[in-house]
C-alpha cells in the first residue's frame, strides 16, 4: 500500500464531497451556536486560561465567563471550577499543568520534570540571563526603588547595558524619579519578575541575613587574624563564594590591605552594604 492509499483510508475513510464544500456566515453561526452554549463552566475558565499571554486572577476569569454566560455564573462557581481544575491537573500527572500563584493568578505552565526536554527544543534560543545581569537585578530588587548611579555604586561597574537588557525583558521597569539633582531615573521589579522567580511579592525573597556569614564564622576570621597569619582564606568561613577575599599585611607595622575581586557587591575602598 502507497503513501496516498494509506492517507485515504486512514485520514479521508468515505468523505463526502459535501464536507469540503464552502460554508456561509449565517451557517457558521448557527453550527458555533449549540457548541457555546453547551460548553460547561470548567471547559470555559480552562480555555481563557490557556488563551490568556499573562497569568489570570480569580476575578478577571469571573468576568470573562460572567459576561458570557450572561450573568448566570457566580463566584463561588468560578472558584470552585478553579480548585477542580487545579486538582486535575496535578493528579494527571501531564506535561504541563495549572498553576496558580498567590496575588498574580493563575496560569499554565511546564512541569519541572520537562525542564530538559525544552532545553534541547529550546537550545538555539538566547540563553538565560547572565551573571552579571542576575546581580544587578538583585541589587535592584533588594534596594528598589534604585536608580542607575547606586547600581553601578555597588557593582564597582557600568551597568548601562544591562539595566537595558533587564528593561527588555520587562523584569524592570522605571517607576519614577528620584527628587536629587538631576532628578534621575529610579527602576523597581516588575510583575515579570515575581512570575519568573515564582514570587507572590517582593517580601517573599530571601533574607540578605540568609546570605551573610554567621557570627561565629565571622569570629574565627578575626581570631586568626589576631594569631598573626599572613594570609586569611575567607571562604574556609563563609563557603561557597565566587572568589576567596584575601587579607595581606605587608608586615607587622602595616595595616590589613583588603582586595576585593571584580563584580563583588560593595563599594569601592571597602565597607558593608545594607542593601
Known sequence: MNEEEVLNQEVFPEVSPEV?????????????LPLAEGLRLDAKVEAVIFASQKPLKTMEIFDLVQGEAGGTTTL????ECLSHLLEYYRDRAGGFTLRYTRGIGYQFQTVPAAAPILERQFSQRPRPISRAALETLAIIAYR???????????????????VKNLLERDLIACTGRKEIAGRPMVFSTTQEFLKVFQLSHVKDLPTLESFQPSHEALQKALEKLEQGEQLVDVEDYIGDEPASIQIEAADENADPEISFPAGDLLPPGGGEVDL
Open 76 to 79: 463561588k462557581d468560578v472558584q
Open 20 to 32: 469540503f464544500r464552502e460554508v456561509s456566515d449565517e451557517e457558521l453561526e448557527q453550527i458555533s
Open 144 to 162: 528598589q526603588p534604585v536608580t542607575r548611579a547606586e547600581v553601578e555604586y555597588i557593582r564597582g561597574v557600568d551597568a548601562g547595558s544591562i
